[in-house]
C-alpha cells in the first residue's frame, strides 16, 4: 500500500525557512517522480516543484522558484522541499504526491507565514 | 507559466449527466498533455479519478469517464450521486515535470 507522510509544517515569519519531508513507503521510491503541490486556504490546488526518480531533474513553479529548492534522499525514501524567503502568500497545506499513472497523495502539512 | 482553465462551477441534478471541462493557454489539449482528473472532498486529500486523459483507477466509479472533447480533456459524470459533490481539478503536464492544475470545478448535485 502506498503511504506518503509529510511532515516539518508550522508557523514561520515572513523571510524564514522551513524544511518539508514526505516519508514513503510501498512502492520502490526511487523509480517515480514526485510532486509537492499546496493548497491555500479556500482556495484551488497548485503545483509547487517536480522532481525525477533520480533526482537530476527538478522544475519549479514561477512562484517559487530562486526561493524553494526540492531534493529526495533515494537511500531513505524521503522527498525534501526547502522553503526559503517564505513569503505570506506561501501560506497553504503542502501535499507531496506520487507520479506516474495515476497519483498518490500524502495527508499534507500545514505551512503558515505570518508576523 | 501556462493557465490551465475550467469551469469555476457547475450544478448537476441527481442521476444526470454533467460534462466538465479543461483548457490550456498553449493551445489545443492532447494526450501528450496526460490530462489528469482529481476529485477533493472537503477536508480530504485529493484522489485521482482519470489519468493519461481516459485511464481510471481502481477506486474510480464506473460513472465518470474522461476523454478530449474538441481542443480540450473533458471528464463525463452519467447518473450523479449526491456523493459526488465536491471539487474537480485537472492537470496538465508541459514537458518533463513541469505541470499546472486548473483552478477547479466545484460540483453542486442538486
Known amino acids: 500500500e502506498v503511504q506518503l507522510v509529510e511532515s516539518g509544517g508550522g508557523l514561520e515569519r515572513p523571510g524564514g525557512s522551513l524544511r518539508l519531508s514526505c516519508a514513503a513507503s510501498g512502492f520502490p521510491f526511487s523509480s517515480y517522480a514526485m510532486s509537492w503541490v499546496r493548497q491555500a486556504p479556500g482556495k484551488g490546488l497548485e503545483w509547487v516543484s517536480g522532481?525525477?526518480?533520480?533526482?537530476?531533474?527538478?522544475h519549479y513553479a514561477d512562484s517559487v522558484r530562486g526561493r524553494f529548492t526540492i531534493s529526495r534522499d533515494n537511500s531513505r525514501n524521503t522527498l525534501h522541499l526547502q522553503m526559503n524567503l517564505l513569503k505570506a502568500e506561501d501560506t497553504a497545506l503542502y501535499y507531496c504526491a506520487k507520479e506516474v499513472g495515476a497519483w498518490y497523495w500524502g495527508q499534507g502539512t500545514p505551512v503558515t507565514v505570518s508576523s | 507559466q501556462a493557465v490551465v482553465t475550467q469551469e469555476p462551477s457547475l450544478t448537476v441534478s441527481p442521476g444526470g449527466t454533467v460534462t466538465l471541462t479543461c483548457g490550456s493557454s498553449?493551445?489545443?489539449?492532447?494526450?501528450?498533455?496526460?490530462p489528469y482528473w482529481f476529485q477533493q472532498k472537503p477536508g480530504q486529500a485529493p484522489r485521482t479519478l482519470i489519468y493519461h486523459t481516459t485511464n481510471k483507477h481502481s477506486w474510480t466509479p464506473a460513472r465518470f469517464s474522461g476523454f478530449l472533447l474538441g481542443d480540450k480533456a473533458a471528464l463525463t459524470l452519467s447518473g450523479a450521486q449526491p456523493e459526488d459533490e465536491a471539487d474537480y481539478y485537472c492537470l496538465l503536464y508541459y514537458g518533463g515535470t513541469r505541470k499546472a492544475f486548473g483552478g477547479g470545478t466545484k460540483l453542486t448535485v442538486l
Open positions: 498553449t493551445g489545443a489539449v492532447t494526450s501528450g498533455h496526460y
Open positions: 522532481i525525477s526518480g533520480s533526482g537530476d531533474t527538478t
